[in-house]
């Protein structure tokens, strides 16, 4: 099992250019969550999923937007980046929500 | 709304110290507790968990105990090791509403040899 798995690893963007994050998840989970990691911040939640079908907002949503593609695909995209969305990308599914969660490796996001 | 609040990092600590993290919380009804740790370059990985009161998680040496009386959920080892260097995460989860999970800032600990 691979477990959590996003895409790409690491990204420079210049300010207002768009692109997807992907991220996917072979444990059969329910929910599924999109968060951002900034130094001193802790996690911060951006979306979550909780069934398939589902979104909803987190703690900071703006800026984002986010597909539940199927129950293991949970995209997050930027449609016009600015350098606050300088971050680390992290995807992490639970089996249902508030459960124990597995986090994928992240995504190293630079927006010049 | 709920919180996590943790010790201010970083913690240095010679191997084979004892280790104390400090944790304490603020939630309505009766959350699920967790512990994570991040390796550098690293996704973040549970440690532990608790989910009632008294309640004593315990995984690789590490054990944090659920004390509702206290709000607390503090992370202990007897013996820490370079290998555990890495960044600890408190975390609770809200069983009552949409079940949000909420994390601390993380404290960084640092082992030496």
């Known amino acids: 099992n691979a477990g959590v798995t996003q895409t790409p690893k690491f990204q420079v963007l210049k300010t207002g250019q768009s692109m997807t994050l992907q991220c996917a998840q072979d444990m059969n989970h329910n929910s599924m969550y999109w968060y951002r990691q900034d130094p001193g911040m802790g996690l911060r939640l951006i979306y979550y999923?909780?069934?398939?079908?589902?979104?909803d907002k987190g703690e900071v949503p703006n800026g984002y937007n986010v597909s539940r593609l199927n129950k293991r695909e949970f995209s997050l995209r930027l449609e016009s980046a600015a350098p606050s969305q300088t971050s680390v990308y992290f995807c992490a599914s639970s089996e249902v929500l508030g459960d124990t969660q597995y986090f994928g490796p992240g995504t190293r996001l630079t927006v010049l | 709304g709920d919180s996590v609040t943790q010790m201010e990092g970083p913690v240095t600590l010679s191997e084979e110290a004892f280790l104390t993290i400090n944790c304490t919380y603020t939630a309505t009804g009766y959350p699920s507790l967790f512990w994570y740790v991040q390796y550098p370059g690293e996704g973040l990985q549970l440690l532990l968990k608790?989910?009632?009161?008294?309640d004593k998680g315990s995984n690789k040496g590490f054990e944090a105990t659920y004390r509702k009386e206290t709000t607390s959920f503090h992370l202990e080892k007897g013996s820490v090791q370079v290998s555990d260097s890495a960044v600890y995460f408190c975390a609770l989860s809200d069983r009552g509403g949409y079940q949000k999970v909420t994390f601390g800032t993380g404290t960084k600990l640092q082992v030496i040899p």
């Open positions: 999923s909780a069934s398939e079908g589902t979104t």
């Open positions: 608790a989910t009632k009161a008294d």
